[in-house]
């Protein structure tokens, strides 16, 4: 009895912390990444979301990261 009180308030502790992990991850989703890291993501074949980058200055410094990366592929990426 004591060991299945226990298992229950476990099970309980793992569900709370799985709950605060998907709130982190739900937050991060929709925050912009830095260019740099947007661009390393490009390059590594993460996942990757331009959608942030809407105003002149945010598309002028993610083609810059891109152009300093060298790499064809993350320039193509970034200008279409």
């Known amino acids: 009895m004591f060991s299945k009180k226990i298992k229950e308030y476990l099970v309980n502790v793992k569900m709370i912390n799985l709950s605060r992990q998907n709130f ?13 890291e947007t661009v390393r993501n490009i390059l590594l074949g993460k996942q990757f979301s331009l959608e942030f980058y809407k105003s002149l200055a945010d598309k002028i410094a993610l083609l810059s990261e891109a152009t300093a990366s060298g790499d064809g592929n993350a320039i193509t990426v970034v200008n279409l």
């Open 24 to 36: 982190h991850f739900s937050i991060a989703r929709f925050t912009p990444l830095h260019p740099k």
